[in-house]
């Protein structure tokens, strides 16, 4: 079990590592924070943005159950 645990872990750390630098942005574009337009985000980016929040509860509910294990 605790195996398994692990190597879903793992899985889940790499999946969750290319989802963020899937969200990175380019360096030639201003991230200005006190600029006036504000961003946000719509259709691939909407989508892949919650996909990132749900693995990283993925993540942590199984570090948890490892932790108790």
């Known amino acids: 079990m ?4 692990i190597i879903f872990q793992i899985i889940i750390c ?3 590592t290319t ?5 990175s942005k ?9 600029s006036e337009t504000s961003s946000q985000r719509r259709g691939w980016e909407k989508i892949l943005f ?5 693995v990283i509860l ?11 294990i």
Not at 19 to 23: C, D, G, K, T, V
Not at 26 to 34: M, P, R, T
Not at 58 to 68: A, G, N, T, Y
């Open 2 to 5: 605790k195996t398994a645990l």
């Open 14 to 16: 790499l999946l969750l």
């Open 19 to 23: 989802l963020i630098f899937l969200q």
């Open 26 to 34: 380019g360096s030639n574009e201003n991230n200005n924070i006190l």
């Open 50 to 54: 919650n996909l990132t929040l749900f």
């Open 58 to 68: 993925l993540f942590l509910i199984s570090s948890i159950v490892q932790s108790m």
